[in-house]
């Protein structure tokens, strides 16, 4: 028998949050048994906005964390924490220090900050949007205009990888690798995208694939499963990237985030071999 810790922790952001989500969600996964109830609060820019936020987390009181350039709104939190008797800690301090000591330098809010945070949260916008414009081999004509083209043969995660890469603001189609259906030309004369493929064994792939057939109620044994068959297209899609010296990512043992961050490894290495 074990017990469930229950937090309440308040995260406040004057940009998107995204950050501080991140690293709210890597500290409380080094605990075991503990449920945090999170109370997110983006685009805090205001003393009216605070005051209406601290009403909630005097209604629930847990730890504070925070990431406000605005010193007097930052004061203002401050001040209302202690007197709430509240841990509050500014999540990124001990790394702007750091950074602080070894430039010799102080840290300045800049005017144009917020001009360029609300750029940032466009373009992933936009990202996400021409994802989900172009999944599955949809609008191959506008693949140029592609950061990342994800190809790989049926059920290797090339959805969700593609909508994990668009949430970090980078615009991603995919394709689906079909023996009996061979992709648009396009895609082997595509200058601007990153062309990466996807794999997986074969073994983790037939239950991947009978799993979905159960999930849709659909008889569980048929050619989509058969193992002889999935090694022959497995097979077709990596002669497919030798040939076009596409790298190539192995999904058997990766998350959807440790894919994500190999691709994006290889395309800022691309982006930094182009520049030299």
């Not at 308040?10 to 945090?36: M, P, W």
């Not at 994500?260 to 520049?275: H, K, P, Q, S, T």
């Amino acid at each position: 028998m074990f017990f469930m810790s229950r937090i309440h922790l308040h995260l406040l952001s004057d940009s998107t949050g995204e950050t501080l989500e991140n690293i709210a969600k890597a500290a409380i996964g080094a605990f075991e048994n503990v449920e945090a109830v999170r109370h997110f609060w983006p685009m805090v820019r205001s003393d009216v906005h605070l005051d209406r936020i601290m009403e909630e987390i005097a209604a629930n009181p847990g730890l504070v964390l925070f990431t406000l350039s605005n010193h007097q709104l930052r004061r203002r939190l401050e001040t209302r924490c202690r007197a709430l008797g509240l841990p509050h800690v500014a999540a990124l301090d001990s790394v702007t220090d750091a950074l602080s000591n070894i430039l010799g330098q102080e840290t300045r809010n800049r005017p144009g900050r917020k001009h360029i945070l609300d750029e940032a949260y466009f373009a992933r916008i936009e990202a996400i949007q021409f994802t989900i414009a172009h999944d599955d081999g949809v609008g191959h004509e506008n693949w140029e205009e592609a950061d990342i083209v994800l190809a790989g043969v049926s059920r290797a995660s090339k959805t969700p990888t593609s909508i994990y890469l668009a949430n970090r603001g980078y615009k991603t189609a995919n394709i689906p690798l079909v023996i009996q259906s061979p992709p648009p030309r396009s895609l082997f004369s595509l200058k601007h995208p990153m062309v990466v493929g996807l794999t997986v064994s074969p073994e983790r792939l037939v239950q991947i694939r009978r799993n979905r057939l159960l999930s849709l109620n659909q008889a569980p044994e048929t050619s989509y499963v058969d193992i002889d068959r999935v090694q022959e297209e497995l097979s077709f899609a990596r002669r497919m990237f030798a040939d076009n010296g596409w790298p190539v990512i192995d999904m058997t043992r990766r998350s959807i985030e440790e894919a994500a961050a190999a691709i994006i490894n290889l395309f800022n290495d691309r982006v930094l071999a182009e520049g030299a």
